[in-house]
Structure formats: structure tokens, C-alpha cells
């Protein structure tokens, strides 16, 4: 079965810190991962993803995310918190040789301390 | 144009009420979604259309029907409603076919508020 996994309801960071909201995932066959972002009574907007390739991707306003095959993971990363950067964020994967839909994480609402 | 645009942006209702909510994407996209979402949790899958055809309907109340009247164009029939039935309700619209890799754009939402 497919599955996304947010450990964290909630990360909080201090402006200008290092920033990271944790995924794990599960599923049969080769993963596409995705990370989208959504701000309140928003659509969720696309961040970046994981098709192959090399393990650290790079998306839209400086996040990137590093997939480890062994740890099954896919943590979505930023250098330098931004204000602008507090909402809700949701991992989701996408079995790659079956095709299945897409599976949503719980999401994780990060908010970023001035 | 690489937007889902949703109306109406907001909506309130009665119980006894039928409305429609609409979705429409210009991007070529032949696979169009419904979702719903409560505050603070995932989007839940309702019906999946891919090229003008439904196939996955979420075992989702008849209350709810979808309708897509041409590749660009998706709708939401709604009538008698119960208030559990608020949240936002989401559009997105991606590249068909099982292996595709390919994300989904979302619309920004219709928030649905029965009363």
C-alpha cells in the first residue's frame, strides 16, 4: 500500500535558521514525490519533485528537498527561514510503476519566528 | 495560462439549496480532480475525470455530482447539503495516464460554508 508519512503537526524556526519539515514514504514500486505549500484559504501551490535523478532537488523559493532511497525519506529543507515561509506544507508520493493516485501527508504547519 | 481558476471563490447555502461550483484549466490538461479539505488536513480525493470520462468516483454521497462538459471545463453539482459538508473544495488538473510523473496544478479553492 501507498503511503506518506508527516511526523510533525507543527515546526517552528527562528527567522534566518535552517528550516526542515520531515516525509517518509512507502510504496511498491519507483516513487515521484511531491511537495506543495499551502497558505491560508489557498490552493495547494507546487514546490518541487522527485522523479530520478540526483537525490537533492531543487524547487521554487529556495527550498530543496533530498530523497534517500534507505531511509525512505524525502525532507523538505531550507537554508534561511523567511516569515513569508510560515503555512502549511504537504509531502505526497506517487507510485511510479502502478501509477496510483496520489497520496497526501497529514501536513506539517511550519511557522517562522521574527 | 498555467492556472486552475475556481468559482466562485466563496459560497453559503442552505440545506435545500442546489448550486454548482466550477473549475477551468487552459493548459491542455485531460485529467481533472476534485478534492475536498477540511482545516489543517490533506486534501481528500472526490472524483477523478481523465479525458472527459470519470474514473474514480470516492464512494463520495450523490449529494455531490461531478460533470465535465469538455476538456477544459469541470463542475460541481451540489444539493442538499449538510453542514459536515463545508470545507474547501479544490480543482487540480495534471497530465493523464497512470505512469505520468507529472504533479497537479490545484485552483485556489471554493470555500463551501452550509448552513
Known amino acids: 500500500a501507498q503511503s506518506v508519512a508527516q511526523p510533525e503537526d507543527q515546526v517552528n524556526v527562528a527567522e534566518g535558521n535552517p528550516l526542515t519539515v520531515k516525509c517518509t514514504y512507502s510504496?511498491?514500486?519507483?516513487?515521484?514525490l511531491f511537495w506543495y505549500v499551502q497558505y491560508p484559504n489557498r490552493g495547494l501551490q507546487f514546490l518541487l519533485k522527485?522523479?530520478?535523478?540526483?537525490?537533492l532537488v531543487k524547487g521554487s523559493y529556495g527550498f530543496e528537498a533530498e530523497f534517500n532511497k534507505s531511509q525512505t525519506s524525502f525532507h523538505l529543507k531550507k537554508p534561511s527561514a523567511l516569515v513569508s515561509d510560515s503555512a502549511l506544507y504537504f509531502c505526497?508520493?506517487?507510485?511510479?510503476?502502478?501509477?496510483?493516485?496520489?497520496?497526501f501527508g497529514t501536513g506539517t504547519s511550519l511557522t517562522v519566528i521574527p | 495560462d498555467t492556472e486552475v481558476t475556481q468559482t466562485p471563490k466563496h459560497l453559503v447555502m442552505g440545506m435545500t439549496n442546489k448550486k454548482s461550483l466550477k473549475c477551468e484549466q487552459h493548459?491542455?490538461?485531460?485529467?481533472m480532480y476534485w478534492y475536498k479539505q477540511k482545516a489543517k488536513k490533506p486534501p481528500e480525493l472526490m472524483f477523478v475525470?481523465?479525458?472527459?470520462?470519470?474514473?474514480i468516483n470516492e464512494s463520495v454521497p450523490s449529494r455531490f455530482s461531478p460533470e465535465c462538459p469538455n476538456s477544459s471545463l469541470l463542475n460541481l453539482h451540489l444539493h442538499a447539503l449538510q453542514p459536515e459538508d463545508s470545507a474547501l473544495y479544490l480543482c487540480?488538473?495534471?497530465?493523464?495516464?497512470?505512469?505520468?510523473?507529472?504533479?497537479?496544478?490545484f485552483g485556489s479553492g471554493t470555500r463551501l460554508t452550509v448552513v
Open positions: 487540480a488538473s495534471s497530465r493523464p495516464g497512470q505512469l505520468s510523473p507529472y504533479g497537479y496544478t
Open positions: 510504496v511498491s514500486g519507483n516513487p515521484y
Open positions: 522527485y522523479i530520478t535523478g540526483d537525490n
Open positions: 505526497a508520493v506517487r507510485d511510479g510503476n502502478t501509477g496510483n493516485q496520489f497520496y
Open positions: 493548459m491542455g490538461h485531460r485529467a
Open positions: 475525470y481523465s479525458y472527459e470520462k470519470l474514473s
